[in-house]
């Protein structure tokens, strides 16, 4: 049974850096894209990040490149969020998700298979 478990989110301040982290069990993480998706109230999943098996590519959601790195640890089945340069608008609970799609489908929430339970970010002014 696939499991994901993120921890890391808190409060921060504007401008501050946070790092994100996510537990994998249950798969052979190399051989699986890792994604990074937010939900906002009422709203779909949001793509924010994802690492290409087996985790030389990286893609990003253009209002966080250049402020977020995904990374991960196939060895310790680990995958990361560094934020940097925290907004307010970046305030959302985060998940951890896996998936052997497409590349092309790699940005779709309903394209993913397990979830985690999500962790929360919230950035004051």
């Known amino acids: 049974q696939v499991q994901l478990s993120e921890s890391g989110g808190t409060l921060v301040q504007a401008g501050d850096s946070l790092r994100l982290s996510c537990a994998v069990s249950?798969?052979?993480?190399?051989?699986?894209?890792m994604a990074w998706f937010r939900q906002p109230p009422g709203k779909e999943r949001e793509f924010v990040a994802a690492?290409?098996?087996?985790?030389?590519?990286?893609y990003y959601t253009e209002a966080v490149k250049g402020r977020f790195t995904i990374s991960r640890d196939n060895s310790k089945s680990m995958v990361y969020l560094q934020m940097n340069g925290l907004r307010p608008e970046n305030t959302e609970s985060y998940y951890c998700?896996?998936?052997?799609?497409?590349?092309?489908?790699?940005?779709?929430?309903?394209?993913?298979?397990?979830w985690g339970q999500g962790t929360r970010v919230t950035v004051s002014e």
């Open positions: 998700t896996t998936s052997t799609v497409e590349l092309s489908s790699i940005r779709r929430w309903s394209m993913h298979g397990a």
């Open positions: 249950g798969l052979r993480m190399i051989n699986y894209h």
């Open positions: 690492s290409a098996r087996p985790g030389s590519s990286t």
